[in-house]
Structure formats: C-alpha cells, structure tokens
C-alpha cells in the first residue's frame, strides 16, 4: 500500500576515500626519481633477503616505498639527451650502452652557427652584419649549406664520454631493475592531485579523482583519489609539477628565488634517410635560426635513428612563440635537410625546462618532505645538462634517507637539511650550478650579449657574466601590434584576427607567411601536419572521468587579452580560440608540455609571479617511450 505521498529521491552514496600508510611516497618517475628510487632500492633488505631497515607502519619488514608516476607508462616523458652521464656511471659503474635501446657513446660534437637562407628571421643588426660579413668573406671561414661549423667551442659544453640516450627507453631499462628488486612499487597512469599538508607538514599525497567531469565534479563511477600516508614525501614531479607548485605555493620560495627562465623543447625522433651517413653518437648543437634565440639540438642514435629538436627559450620576446611551425623550418635549414631529407617521423613530443637553475631553488627541504630533479632548481644552463644533475639529486637524497632509516631518525625538516641539503652543497652539481647561476643573464638583452655572457660566464667560473635581471613573460611579450608594427599594419592583424577566431585556429601561420616564412610543403613523412604529428607522433591519448588539468583561471582577463599567446605556442593545439575571447581546452590534444603555464601573457590579480593558466595533475597525453 503507498501513502501517495512524494517520496524524497535518494542520492546514491558516494564511494568514501580510501587511505593507505606507506613510509615513503614519490612524486613522479623521472629522471630524478629514478636516481633515487635506484640508489634506495639496493640498501633496503640484505642479500639474505631480511631487511636492512625496518618499516614503522609493517614492523619486521623493509620500509613501504610507493612512487606514483602521472603518464600512462614509463618513459612517456619527453627529452633527447646527450649526457656527461657522470651520475648515471657512479650509479651503473659497468654501465654497457649496448644494454639500453638506441644509446650509442658520444662519439663527435660540433657547434654550428646557421644563418637565415630565407631571409624571414628577425634579426639584430649586429648579426644581420655578422651574415654579410661571412657571406663576403665565405672563403677565409668554413661555411657550408648556409651554416658555419664553429672551429672551436668551450669545455663547458662538451660531452666527451657521455653518452646519447632515448630518456623514455633508458627509463624503462631502469624502472625494470628498480621494480625487480621487489623493494619498491611504481604506479604508472596514477597522477598525484596533491600533497597532504598538516600544521606545516607534508603528510603524504592525495591521488587524483576519477570519474568526475570536466570542471572535477563528481558523476557516474566517482571514485576519490587515495590518501596516502607516509614519513616522507619525495617531490620529483619535474618543472611544472603540481605538487611541486602547491608546496611553493605554501611555503613560499626564498628570499629572491623566482622561476622566470624557461624553455619549450619540442622535438621528432627520426628514421634517417639510407644514405645518411651521420654516424652514431653525432652530436649537433645549433643556435641563429629559424630565430636567433631559438637553439636547435640533433643526437644520432644507433641504426639510423636520430632525436632533433628546438628550445624556446622565456627569453624570445614574440607573441608568437609557437614550437611546432618553427621546428619544421629549423630542419628544413640546407646543414640539416641534407641528412634528414627522405626520412620519416617516428615519435614526437613536446615539455618544457625549468632554466631558473639555483636562482629557481625551492625549500629543498622540510618538515615530511624533499624536493628533487629540475623542480628543485638541478637543470645546469651552462652545460645544457638536466639530467645528470637530476639523477644526481636523487642519489643524495636516496643516501640520506637510508642514513636516517638507520639512524632511526625521523624525517624531520632538520634531519633532512643535517642529511640531503648538506649533500647537496658539497656536491659537484651545486658547484657547477653556482658558475651557472649567471650565465644566462645576458639574454635578457639579446642574442650577441647572450652568447658573449655565457662564454664569459664559463670561461671565468662564474665570476663574470653580463647583467640583465630576468623579468616575467607578461612583461616582455610585447602586443602583436607592437611586434609587428612597420611590418604588418593594425587593420590587417586585426583582419587575421577575425578569419582565424572564426575558423578556431591560431594566428601565427598567417602571420609568420606574411612575414616571408614559406608555407610548409607536408609530405606525410616527415613534414607532417601539427594533427599528424600528435596522432602518429605523440599518440596522444586522455582516458575519460578526468578533471581538465589546464584552467583559466580569472576568465575575464583571457577576454581582455590581445595577444592569447596560450594558443599561438600550445604545443598540442590544444587551446584554441573559444567563446566571449575565453579560450576553450581540448584535454584530448593535450601533450602535458606546461608551455601554457610557462607563458600566459597576463599575471593574476595580487600576485605578479602567478599567471593566469593553472597547470593541474592530470592523465594521459604522449603513449610513446622513444623520445
Ligand atoms: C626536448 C628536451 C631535450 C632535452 N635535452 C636534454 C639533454 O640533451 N641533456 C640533458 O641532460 N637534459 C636534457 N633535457 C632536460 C631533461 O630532460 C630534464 O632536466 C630532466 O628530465 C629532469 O628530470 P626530472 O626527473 O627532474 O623531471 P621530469 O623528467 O620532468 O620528470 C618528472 C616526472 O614526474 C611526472 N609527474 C608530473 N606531475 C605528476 C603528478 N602530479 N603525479 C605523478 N607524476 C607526475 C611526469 O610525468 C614526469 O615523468 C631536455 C629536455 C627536453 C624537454
Ligand atoms: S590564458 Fe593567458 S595568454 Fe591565454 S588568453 Fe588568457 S590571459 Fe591571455
Ligand atoms: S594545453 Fe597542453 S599541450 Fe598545450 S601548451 Fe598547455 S600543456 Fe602544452
């Protein structure tokens, strides 16, 4: 019998957040992490197999180590490297690259100026008198393919017995050995959304949520991210990490520390033409085109395999800073067409540096947590070296924590900087780092001033560089009617404006072609279009039920923006132009490079260090582990 009264609906019960204790949880699968997670994999248990430090939330066994890493398996990451390999060695003495796909030993460097043979790039006089002269006087130097091999470079850029690695394959070779101890457990696929911070101590993580929509609420299948508790949280989550951010955020960074110095690395890996005869272990690094800020790099793998690409640098001061068409006009340059011409695109990708170096320095340390790799400020700009430092911070940090599991000795902000932080001062990457510090100031003033500092920063120890304090992208991205102006008249930018809003593409091929770049010849194999690119490149995947990851966060200013620089760099052509000027995000193009993040042209309301792009924990993007 009913009562015929309206029954109250119920809402079905959400699912409560699970909670897990561990005594140790890691941030992200980098390089960094891998140095650390490498270093305390092999002194947890005895060879006995009992353990050699005891676990304070499983007594009678080996401490619970759990790293969650964000992209959908290891090695998804993105960086071509060549490496000095010195943190690599000390943790591999017997190191064999025959053991790891497509590493070879460095076997050849060189330095090459590449001058404009098309006549678009914007260049200083200096160097537009620089070109003429060695043009005119092309006999007495050695110029060749519209580039000059410079006959000497400085050791501070040399890599000789280093080696060319694929990160993403040497970081599976390495997630297989650190995972087959049985010591320690790495969670691909899992990002985390946030670092649990109590009375000023970091607890542990929070896992991202599942199925919620768009802007994170919860729908169908809603399941909450998983605490996890633990004594130490290792922070290795790399330049525009979000946990990293969260505990800047908190704890402030020190006392003139900022993070104003970046770069976008863009890059294809590959299969070179057959009669290639570039040699394996080749490296090439070149700087003065397609613009003279932008530095190119091309390492040669073995079996005809080569990774190449650009840097962006903060310092190119365009509204449109965008990788992808200038990447394609870069290895269209005669020096390097020659050996690229005839090959096909095998893997691409995309992720910004962190360049601010010791000067972009967090907390390193605190009470419940440590920082490692390029988020804690390890890149070197001087050397062009990321990775070693980064493994390198690991290992200290890895030593440390098994000093204090020993020692019984919690992890306490003062036992941490007694440990790691003292490590970390007496080793040769922050002794390196301090000659860096400086060495790129020059840029800030242009290219010639730029390499005369560097040089001068390196060939004195750091004790001379030229000055120019680096300053936020908001301001030194000029409007595109400033940057433009005697080139390109107001009423036309504006004309461009229109037609490409109201097609939903960005604006800089219009306006690099009319600037005198030739439009791009595609020919399916390695000229492929950007969409080409992700799809057979990148592979870039977002599984369903995720939160977006990139928000804009004060919508109002995105409508008064002239320069929307967000959708002229995207490098996955992800942001692209939206309704009311708002740009709209499109999670499945999204390759996770943090670009947007880096060069947002207007700060947040309160706060000049803080833009207006939030770069939030998400899923997905690359699927390929040969970048
Ligand atoms: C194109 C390019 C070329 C480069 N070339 C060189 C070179 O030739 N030589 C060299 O030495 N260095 C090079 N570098 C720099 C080098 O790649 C970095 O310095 C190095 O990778 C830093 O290591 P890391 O572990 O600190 O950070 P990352 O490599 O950035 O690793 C951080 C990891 O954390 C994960 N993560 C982020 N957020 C979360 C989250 N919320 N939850 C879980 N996981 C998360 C990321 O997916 C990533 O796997 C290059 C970089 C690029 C982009
Ligand atoms: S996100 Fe930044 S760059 Fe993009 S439209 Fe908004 S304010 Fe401009
Ligand atoms: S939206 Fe994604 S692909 Fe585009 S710049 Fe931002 S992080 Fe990179």
């Known amino acids: 019998m009913t009562d015929g009264a309206a029954k109250p609906t119920q809402e079905p019960a959400q699912p409560q957040r699970q909670r897990m204790e561990a005594d140790i949880v890691c941030v992200g699968f980098g390089p960094a992490m891998a140095g650390f997670l490498t270093t305390l994999s092999r002194q947890l248990v005895n060879p006995d197999g009992t353990p050699a430090v005891e676990s ?11 790293c969650y ?30 053991e790891i796909p497509m590493a070879a030993p460095v076997t050849e460097e060189k330095v090459v100026y590449l001058l404009d043979p098309i006549g678009a790039s914007r260049r200083s006089w200096p160097l537009r008198a620089a070109d003429a002269c060695i043009r005119a006087f092309q006999g007495l130097v050695p110029f060749e393919h519209d580039a000059v091999e410079l006959p000497w470079s400085p050791a501070f850029l040399h890599k000789t017995g280093g080696l060319v690695l694929s990160m993403g394959q040497f970081m599976q070779w390495v997630g297989a050995q650190v995972q087959g101890t049985g010591t320690v457990q790495v969670w691909p696929g899992t990002p985390v959304a946030e670092a649990l911070i109590e009375d000023q101590r970091v607890t542990g993580v929070r896992l991202l949520d599942q199925g919620v929509d768009k802007r994170g609420q919860p729908g169908e299948g809603f399941m909450p991210g998983m605490d996890i508790h633990a004594g130490l949280t290792v922070v290795g989550d790399g330049p525009v990490g979000p946990i990293g951010q969260q ?30 005869s570039l040699k394996p272990g080749t490296v090439l690094h070149t700087f003065g085109f397609p613009e003279p800020e932008i530095f190119g790099f091309f390492y040669v793998h073995p079996e005809r395999v080569a990774s190449l690409g650009i840097f962006v640098p903060s310092w190119f001061d365009t509204p449109v800073r965008t990788a992808y068409r200038y990447l394609q006009h870069w290895m269209q340059h005669p020096y390097l067409w020659r050996h690229l011409q005839g090959g096909k695109l095998r893997s691409w990708g995309a992720k910004t540096l962190g360049e601010s170096g010791r000067r972009g ?22 050397t062009g070296s990321g990775v070693d430092e980064a493994w390198t911070t690991g290992t200290l940090l890895a030593e440390s924590v098994v000093e204090l599991l020993k020692a019984r000795r919690p992890f306490t902000r003062q036992n941490l900087e007694e440990t790691y932080l003292q490590r970390r001062r007496a080793s040769w990457m922050e002794a390196e780092a301090r000659v860096a510090e400086k060495s790129r100031d020059g840029f800030q003033k242009g290219v010639v001033r730029g390499v005369i500092g560097m040089a ?43 037609e490409c809003s109201t097609k939903g593409v960005s604006l800089h091929g219009a306006l690099m072609q009319r600037c005198g770049w030739p439009a791009i010849a595609f020919d399916g194999q390695l000229l492929v279009s950007h969409q080409d690119a992700l799809l057979l490149g990148g592979k870039v995947q977002a599984p369903p039920g995720y939160a977006d990851h990139v928000v804009f966060l004060y919508p109002e200013l995105c409508e008064r923006c002239g320069t929307k620089i967000c959708i002229e760099l995207c490098s996955g052509q992800a942001i692209s132009p939206g309704e009311s ?12 490079c943090g670009a947007c993040y880096w060069n947002c042209a207007l700060p947040v309301p309160g706060n000049p260090e803080r833009m207006n792009i939030s770069f939030r924990a998400g899923t997905g993007g690359l699927h390929s582990a040969e970048n």
């Open 581 to 592: 000027g708002v740009p709209a995000f499109d999670r499945e193009k999204c390759v996770h």
């Open 69 to 98: 890493e964000r992209a959908d398996d290891i090695g998804f990451g993105v960086s071509g490297v060549v490496t000095r390999a010195r943190g690599l060695r000390a943790s591999f003495p017997n190191l064999d690259p025959r």
């Open 247 to 276: 505990i800047d955020a908190h704890f402030g960074l020190p006392e003139g520390h900022h993070t104003r110095d970046w770069a976008v690395g863009m890059k294809f890996v590959v299969d070179l033409p057959a009669e290639c």
């Open 456 to 498: 001068l920063a390196g060939l004195t120890n750091g004790r001379f560089a030229l000055g120019g304090e680096p300053v936020p992208p908001y301001r030194r991205i000029p409007t595109l009617e400033e940057y433009y102006r005697g080139r390109i008249p107001v009423t036309e930018i504006e004309r461009l404006r229109k």
């Open 56 to 66: 304070a939330v499983m007594p009678g066994a080996p401490p619970q180590v759990l």
């Open 361 to 382: 320095e967090p907390h390193l340390v605190g009470d419940g947590y440590a920082r490692i790799g390029e988020g804690s400020g390890s890149t070197n700009v001087l």
